[in-house]
């Protein structure tokens, strides 16, 4: 019997596949995914939302993308997002190549609701040119009509005959891109289909309850069929779907991978944005030297690591305390609010120092303490690189543009 603290279980093998930077299956870690819930068109809120998030230990995000709306929001919120996303597609597969066009990692489809086989395959092929992977999203709620009667309802069986009919329209257009789950609100359906699935076919699993509810019993349900099926080696990557804040989510399924010993525990939380056309700064080199900085000191702040003024604080208003960096200067916040501007170069060592403090005196006390005029100049470099950038530095127009062609297509 392995000693306390080890794994009691084999993990299943699987394939592997990428959303975006994050390994989903084969020897990688299981990963934490939620999904928000403003509006994807609200890009500001959803940015917000998308970094609490990660903050609280999401590796992935999902977003709808319902309408045309959507998807132009998904193009503006891409390149912000500290984290891949995920488009949801329902009912529309144009939707499906929008978001593509958005340039988002991953799509969900659900085959209860796209069932032509032509749009099935379009999507596929498209997303195949673009190297993206898709989820196939069986869900027992919108399972489609003739398997449930075939096989009496929303049965295991059911669940696992509707992912391996849309593996079957993907393997028609040579798409292996896939992983799958078969998310039932019932406890013990879940855990069949799941099981069953995993000896039909070795592609990465994604589990989850679905329409588990609020807490407690929410996350009872979740951590249930989800904790069971882990303990056995099955799954790749978790959702916990509860009717609460997302960020609920991402923190119960980081703490349930934590407790089965599937994901190490850490004391320092360091989200950094993913560079983009704004970026004043080499963000990976400074998210580095933060991280090598603050790790050993055991501090248990969220830090974030932001390439530039203009969104940084705002986007990263959740964390303690961050960085956001701008025409040499490194400016940083606490919960958002600029308190201190200095050289670039000593940035990280003031960051350090801050952290220091919050540990000690707590954010009430940085907060209060806030150099006079740091916020108004960083108000003011923010400004400026608007002056000289613009407002569309990351070109989303052009996107826009392009998601607007597709989605105004005529329907087939």
Do not use: W
């Amino acid at each position: 019997m392995p000693s306390v603290g080890s794994r009691v279980y084999a993990r299943r093998e699987t394939r592997q596949i990428h959303v975006g930077a994050v390994a989903v299956g084969g020897d990688a870690p299981v990963s934490v995914q939620s999904m928000t819930t403003t509006k994807t068109a609200d890009v500001e809120g959803t940015l917000a939302q998308i970094y609490a998030l990660a903050g609280a230990g999401a590796d992935i995000v999902r977003c709808t993308c319902n309408e045309e709306a959507a998807a132009e929001g998904l193009a503006q919120i891409v390149p912000r997002s500290p984290v891949p996303i995920v488009a949801d597609i329902h009912f529309q597969y144009r939707l499906a190549l929008a978001a593509m066009e958005a340039g988002v990692q991953a799509l969900r489809l659900n085959p209860g609701n796209i069932r032509k086989p032509d749009q099935i395959k379009t999507v596929a092929r498209e997303a195949k040119d673009r190297g993206l992977p898709i989820r196939i999203g069986v869900n027992g709620g919108s399972l489609d009509p003739d398997i449930a009667e075939r096989h009496g309802g929303a049965t295991p069986e059911a669940l696992v005959a509707s992912a391996e009919r849309e593996l079957a329209h993907f393997a028609e257009v040579d798409f292996d891109d896939v992983k799958i789950s078969v998310k039932a609100s019932n406890v013990p359906v879940m855990i069949e289909a799941y099981r069953l699935l995993s000896e039909t076919v070795d592609h990465p699993l994604h589990l989850g309850v679905t329409e588990a509810g609020p807490p407690p019993a929410g996350l009872v349900k979740s951590t249930a069929g989800i904790g069971t099926l882990l303990s056995e080696g099955i799954g790749d990557t978790i959702r916990y779907s509860l009717t609460a804040d997302p960020v609920e989510e991402a923190r119960a399924g980081r703490q349930l991978l934590e407790a089965l010993g599937l994901r190490e525990r850490k004391g320092l939380d360091l989200i950094a944005c993913p560079s983009c056309g704004r970026a004043e700064v080499d963000v990976i080199r400074v998210a580095k030297e933060a991280q090598d900085a603050l790790e050993d000191r055991k501090i248990p702040l969220q830090v974030a690591v932001m390439g530039c003024v203009v969104n940084g604080p705002g986007e990263a208003r959740g964390a303690d305390l961050g960085i956001a960096a701008g025409r040499g200067k490194g400016h940083l916040f606490v919960k958002g609010e600029v308190v201190k501007v200095v050289p670039e170069a000593e940035m990280v060592e003031t960051l350090v120092t801050l952290a220091e403090r919050i540990t000690k005196d707590g954010i009430e006390a940085v907060l209060a303490s806030a150099d006079e005029g740091a916020q108004a100049e960083a108000e003011a470099t923010r400004e400026e690189l608007l002056q000289i950038q613009g407002t569309d530095a990351n070109r989303d127009a052009e996107k826009i543009e392009r998601i607007r062609e597709v989605a105004e297509q005529p329907r087939g």
